[in-house]
């Protein structure tokens, strides 16, 4: 079918790296891995964390190539945009910087925030401000000019194809319900889209300096004590209660879901509207057997394979799921010491079954940190959770006489003569 449908075009476009790019087996690659991603967020919580990881592979090598390639003019306006695309979808679809598109509020309420806030999360806050500031770049710039256009006379070098680009190939195309001149007034929408998302990850990543301080003042303070075993963890606050992130959650579930769906026909429509027939598939096209698109495309199906299955299993036997590796089930969650035996866990934290109990929640249940703060407080919070490490946005919970809780639990830098 493919084959038949580029025969239809009336002359044909390409450029010179567009299989390695977005061919046929890069793109379904990351449909697959979007798919695995959404399905893991609101099905299978145990498996958020291994999805996530892979779509920030992914959007991570997406960035690399668009800011690289860019510098060095191997990138064409046409190459970018459809970058641009790819890591569109995975940023405002998949990937969740404080898990309110995930169900891990539904399930264990405010209290979920403990899975986010490391590493994961720092580092697609990062990515995602970097696919902003290159977006906000590529349409102030890039579409007049500063990228090379398909059936330009500087098509030449590294960027030369064989047959040359017809001179109808340099008008770029793109997709908002119907084709539009990606120079037109769709490009001001952008513009004006990238701005907003550039100042809100950016003020995120300014805030986000606050849990630097904090976090090496309790390494500090840990070291002092030679506490060496202590974690210097945060302990970070959401300022939405129950029910509002059950109608955060389900709102994001519908929205993600459309958001995916419009981002694949927003990469094939706009690869048609160019006539960019050579990743379209088909016999004599795509290069499928090639590592450069058969990595990608065997990492998304894979992944998407376990994930159904490990849905499946958990809707067929609940929780007698076994996982695909022998663990130890009887090792503490907050054992400080990987052993060789479950070595397994390094690689694949979320084989590791944890068994829990359902817990009922009130729909007014919130944070202890943030319980009595007025609405506009916790709303703040709720965008800016390190804003929690403020005193002047967080309430200390009453501590009990006798009981022995450690301050960095809350925190702050544990204090000398602590048990």
Not at 42 to 66: G, K, M, Y
Not at 177 to 195: L, N, P
Not at 229 to 251: N, P, V
Not at 272 to 295: C, D, I
């Amino acid at each position: 079918m493919s084959s038949n449908l580029t025969q239809d075009y009336a002359f044909h476009c390409q450029t010179a790296r567009a299989p390695d790019y977005y061919g046929l087996g890069v793109r379904l690659g990351i449909y697959f891995s979007w798919l695995q991603g959404y399905i893991a967020n609101h099905f299978l919580p145990t498996e958020i964390a291994s999805a996530a990881d892979t779509n920030t592979i992914f959007l991570l090598a997406l960035l690399i190539a668009l800011i690289k390639c860019s510098s060095v003019n191997m990138l064409e306006q046409i190459d970018g945009l459809i970058l641009i695309h790819l890591s569109g979808g995975t940023v405002f679809g998949v990937l969740s910087l404080w898990g309110y598109r995930t169900r891990f509020y539904t399930d264990e309420g405010p209290a979920a925030i403990r899975h986010f806030g490391g590493f994961g999360t720092h580092s697609r806050l990062i990515l995602s401000l970097g696919v902003c500031v290159y977006g906000l770049w590529y349409w102030l710039f890039a579409v007049t000019g500063s990228l090379i256009a398909m059936g330009s006379p500087l098509e030449i070098g590294e960027l030369a194809v064989h047959p040359p680009n017809s001179s109808d190939c340099a008008t770029l195309y793109t997709f908002m319900f119907a084709k539009v001149r990606a120079d037109g007034g769709i490009r001001i929408f952008y513009i004006i889209a990238c701005t907003l998302c550039t100042i809100y990850f950016g003020i995120m990543l300014l805030t986000s300096s606050v849990a630097g301080r904090k976090r090496l003042q309790n390494i500090v303070g840990l070291a002092r004590q030679k506490r060496w075993a202590d974690t210097s963890k945060l302990r970070f606050a959401t300022g939405f209660k129950y029910h509002e992130l059950q109608i955060i959650y389900k709102t994001l579930r519908l929205l993600n879901f459309a958001w995916l769906v419009y981002s694949a026909l927003l990469i094939e429509f706009t690869l048609n509207f160019n006539n960019v027939t050579a990743v379209l598939g088909g016999p004599h096209s795509g290069e499928l057997h090639l590592p450069g698109q058969l990595l990608p495309l065997l990492i998304g199906v894979f992944g998407l394979v376990r994930i159904c299955y490990l849905v499946l299993e958990s809707w067929r036997s609940g929780d007698d799921v076994e996982p695909s590796l022998a663990t130890n089930q009887k090792i503490r969650l907050e054992a400080r010491t990987l052993h060789a035996k479950d070595l397994a866990l390094a690689f694949s934290p979320a084989m590791k079954r944890e068994e829990s109990v359902r817990k009922e929640h009130e729909p007014d249940e919130a944070d202890e940190l943030e319980r009595r703060r007025g609405r506009v407080v916790r709303y703040l919070v709720s965008w800016l959770p390190w804003l929690s490490l403020l005193e002047g946005f967080r309430d200390e919970p009453v501590m009990d006489i006798g009981k022995a809780k450690r301050w960095s639990e809350y925190s702050g830098v544990p204090q000398e003569g602590e048990d």
